[in-house]
């Protein structure tokens, strides 16, 4: 596959728009897919809801501080469009609905008019219910990454107004007691210390395929103590973090080397993202290559074979799967502050963000970008944009 490059995305093929939705009946018409070319101006996307009944969504003790805003837009609803689920499950159980209360913000938080989110295999892995003793309380709007415009501002937000264009991952810890109220609505709350402006070079669509992605793959370096000069190799290259692990350890950390793992039709994709070394899973056994390196990156489960073509006293980062010594195991802390450390790369064009093909997907076909994402076959990120 020949991967294209623009100047700020990587076009792996002309983009279309996912088959129909029969099973739900939208409030939506059918929309033109973004094509990534650059930046978008801000459009006003805040509309009143025209709905007068509310979802009973019960919000933890954590997100019950008084509400007290220096700032508000002036057409912020009481209610909005959310996808939810009030039973843990496979991709059925998401309800789309009307009538969701829009969420309070605390003093440090800011609310986000959305305008477009992502997805992650920790999304489908909290609605199956992997961590649920850890979990906020049913019923809950999913989503972590987001981007999209501030409308109110807490007492204690320094930082951004309202009218600036933000992304982020709006839960600080990944898996303990993530926010009831998700990306996957027309609002979020988030602390501001989650949050980063947006590179203006991004569109909102490509923004919102970054934040979990592009801080897991920069903390997991950190941790693996990654630096210049040394060698590195990615396990699931092309996928949502290992393809920014490949860019960063290239053009930010430095590597001496990078070599990657992918699918045959994911080879060409891997080089243009700066892999020196593109290795074919289906073809090549990466644990046999008489080269060792100083750091093997684990994005997809193989920790038993990882260990045994790193360097010895190297780092072996581990996202899922058994971890066997010297390998670690991780879970990414959402960071605004790496955020606004990586926005230069991301502004010079050094470090792009990989946007799935079959998307973005509109937000009636949030099930179905759930369902293709759990294929395990993407390539980047899943986005859902346009969210009206």
Request: glycine fraction near 8%; include cysteine.
């Amino acid at each position: 596959m020949e991967a294209l490059l623009s100047s700020t995305t990587l076009q792996l093929k002309p983009l279309h728009t996912p088959s129909s939705f029969s099973s739900l009946h939208s409030p939506f018409s059918s929309c033109s897919v973004l094509r990534l070319k650059g930046s978008r101006k801000t459009e006003n996307y805040i509309q009143r809801s025209q709905f007068s009944t509310v979802l009973p969504l019960r919000v933890s003790a954590s997100s019950q501080a008084a509400p007290v805003e220096t700032s508000t837009s002036t057409s912020i609803p009481s209610e909005m469009k959310a996808w939810t689920y009030t039973d843990y499950g496979s991709a059925d159980v998401l309800k789309f609905e009307s009538n969701v209360s829009v969420p309070e913000i605390r003093e440090d938080q800011v609310l986000i008019k959305v305008v477009a989110a992502a997805l992650n295999p920790v999304d489908f892995k909290r609605r199956l219910g992997k961590f649920k003793a850890t979990d906020s309380p049913l019923p809950t709007v999913p989503g972590y990454d987001v981007a999209g415009v501030v409308v109110k501002v807490g007492s204690e937000v320094k930082g951004v107004k309202v009218g600036d264009e933000v992304y982020g991952d709006i839960h600080e810890k990944a898996l303990d007691g993530p926010k009831q109220f998700g990306s996957l609505a027309e609002f979020t709350a988030v602390e501001e210390k989650l949050v980063a402006l947006k590179p203006k070079n991004l569109s909102f669509a490509e923004a919102a395929s970054l934040p979990l992605a592009i801080e897991t793959a920069y903390e997991g370096l950190e941790k693996a103590g990654f630096s210049a000069g040394k060698s590195i190799l990615v396990l699931g290259g092309a996928g949502g973090v290992g393809s920014l692990v490949i860019q960063i350890a290239k053009h930010v950390f430095g590597a001496s080397k990078v070599a990657a793992t992918s699918s045959t039709g994911k080879l060409e994709l891997l080089k243009s993202l700066g892999a020196d070394l593109a290795i074919d899973y289906t073809k090549d056994n990466f644990e046999d290559l008489p080269e060792k390196f100083d750091v093997v990156y684990d994005t997809v489960g193989q920790g038993e074979k990882a260990v045994k073509a790193v360097k010895e006293g190297g780092s072996v980062a581990v996202l899922t799967g058994a971890v066997t010594p010297p390998g670690f195991r991780f879970v990414v802390t959402s960071n605004g502050e790496m955020l606004k450390k990586l926005n230069p790369y991301l502004e010079s064009g050094k470090v792009k963000p990989v946007i799935d093909p079959k998307g973005p997907f509109p937000f009636d076909k949030v099930v179905e970008a759930f369902s293709y994402l759990e294929t395990g076959r993407a390539a980047g990120k899943v986005v859902i944009h346009p969210i009206p």
